[in-house]
């Protein structure tokens, strides 16, 4: 099993396919923790990395994987104690913006008994997937959450979530009745998670979900100003729900 925590400097890129073809690309990185053995960072550092469970779920758990469990537990799935594997942004000198925070979920004996797809929009929202992955990391689900202005909620997502090793490689697509609208793909490498290459890594990538946020918002302005119609936003998903999962 995967050795945490960890860090993946990164590119994510998002390619449209309609309602006009568009591609973004951005460098950024992520973490790969345990939510049950969170880094320990010297106190100067503490302001470059915290998790904090407000982030998270409902946002009212004493800690992460305390949401975790009431949010499985709700669906009648139990951990039974067994570990789970992180991937995220984490707070940078109090700010946090997560499009897609990953849980695999293990039972006590090591097996993947599910995954967890957590989506954040920049109006506030926040929703969870429930996932049941098939040997190749890859899951289908409808799509339930309000994410970019453009793309009504309507059609499902194919997921390849593999869990991260040396190399992290995620792709999520967005299949429409007309076809495929939207690719999105995370690639990176795994680095140390030490207090230098931490440092190297904030130097290189300065208050990296900050960035994020920008640059999808002004990504939406250009999108806006090509003439792309605006969808109404129907009330935010503020506390995680889910869809019936559809194995691939």
């Excluded at 007309?178 to 795994?190: D, I, K, Q, S």
Aim: charged content about 25%.
């Amino acid at each position: 099993m995967s050795t945490v925590p960890a860090l993946y400097p990164c590119t994510i890129t998002h390619v449209r396919a309609s309602p006009r073809r568009y591609a973004l690309r951005h460098r950024t990185y992520l973490w790969f923790v345990d939510p049950d053995r969170l880094p320990r960072l010297p106190r100067p550092l503490r302001p470059l990395a915290r998790f904090d469970p407000r982030d998270h779920f409902t946002g009212d758990k004493p800690s992460i994987r305390a949401g975790l469990d009431a949010y499985l537990a709700e669906r009648g799935i139990r951990l039974d104690g067994g570990r789970v594997l992180m991937l995220t942004h984490a707070r940078v000198l109090g700010y946090v913006f997560n499009p897609l925070t990953v849980y695999w979920c293990h039972g006590p004996g090591g097996d993947l008994r599910c995954v967890v797809a957590e989506v954040h929009n920049t109006y506030g929202g926040r929703h969870c997937y429930l996932l049941r992955p098939d040997p190749a990391g890859t899951a289908r689900t409808d799509k339930r959450f309000y994410v970019s202005p453009f793309f009504p909620v309507d059609g499902h997502y194919k997921m390849r979530l593999p869990p991260p090793e040396q190399r992290l490689d995620l792709t999520v697509h967005l299949d429409r009745a007309e076809g495929r609208a939207l690719t999105a793909t995370v690639r990176g490498t795994r680095r140390a998670a030490g207090p230098l290459p931490l440092l190297r890594t904030v130097l290189r990538h300065p208050w990296a979900p900050l960035v994020a946020a920008a640059a999808i918002r002004v990504h939406g302005i250009r999108l806006f100003l090509r003439g792309l119609p605006v969808q109404p936003r129907p009330h935010d998903h503020r506390t995680p729900t889910t869809t019936a999962p559809r194995r691939t």
